[in-house]
T-cell receptor, first 114, second 110 residues
Framework: EAQVTQNPRYLITVTGKKLTVTCSQN?????MSWYRQDPGLGLRQIYY???????DKGDVPEGYKVSRKEKRNFPLILESPSPNQTSLYFC?????????????FGPGTRLTVT | QKEVEQNSGPLSVPEGAIASLNCTYS??????FFWYRQYSGKSPELIMS????GDKEDGRFTAQLNKASQYVSLLIRDSQPSDSATYLC??????????FGGGTRLMVKP
């Protein structure tokens, strides 16, 4: 089954404790992206990757890191999480020919930072 | 500033009616527009894309694009309770990023 998977789905952590949210897709998509979704602010793009070893900042990259060492994986790293990073996070992917627009989204990761 | 604006709703329509969702954008250079549907607690899913002025129909859904007036709309005919969701308008910024509107919450009442 073609899908984007994220782990963990739910995470409660404390301020300053490094964490990684994994994202993997099995569709051989070149483009991958991370979003956060907050009430009243909608979906905002954090980082995106056009292909392996190619990443770039989105609208809200502060406090986040990403890497793209393999085509299928695009982990999101929070080196020192803070309460304002409490949010719902989505990973997404799409075919290169479709640009960043026709994306498949993962199920989401709900992160709480206390 | 490049923005996508949507009425947050909720937009309430009776079952069987036509639901009309609208989105305005500020960047005249925008070329492609997309509608995503998001059920509560779930991830967004693409339901319509439109690239040129006019209408595009897919089943009960019709997307309308008017570049001169800078708006895009989504019509849902014969609305069903299962259409109750938040609808997100989005567009390309001639680059590699995607900008989403805040979404319109649709409620279809039986």
């Amino acid at each position: 089954e073609a899908q984007v998977t994220q782990n963990p789905r739910y995470l409660i952590t404390v301020t300053g404790k490094k964490l990684t949210v994994t994202c993997s897709q099995n569709m051989n998509h070149e483009y991958m992206s991370w979003y956060r979704q907050d009430p009243g602010l909608g979906l905002r793009q954090i980082y995106y990757s056009m292909n392996v070893e190619v990443t770039d900042k989105g609208d809200v990259p502060e406090g986040y890191k990403v890497s793209r060492k393999e085509k299928r994986n695009f982990p999101l790293i929070l080196e020192s999480p803070s309460p304002n990073q409490t949010s719902l996070y989505f990973c997404a992917s799409s075919l290169r020919g479709r640009g960043p627009y026709e994306q498949y989204f993962g199920p989401g990761t709900r992160l709480t930072v206390t | 500033q490049k923005e996508v604006e949507q009425n947050s709703g909720p937009l309430s329509v009776p079952e069987g009616a036509i639901a009309s969702l609208n989105c305005t954008y500020s960047d005249r250079g925008s070329q492609s527009f997309f509608w995503y549907r998001q059920y509560s607690g779930k991830s967004p899913e693409l339901i319509m894309s439109i690239y040129s002025n006019g209408d595009k129909e897919d089943g009960r859904f019709t997307a309308q694009l008017n570049k001169a007036s800078q708006y895009v709309s989504l019509l849902i005919r014969d609305s069903q309770p299962s259409d109750s969701a938040t609808y997100l308008c989005t567009w390309n910024n001639a680059g590699n990023m995607l900008t989403f509107g805040g979404g319109t919450r649709l409620m279809v009442k039986p």
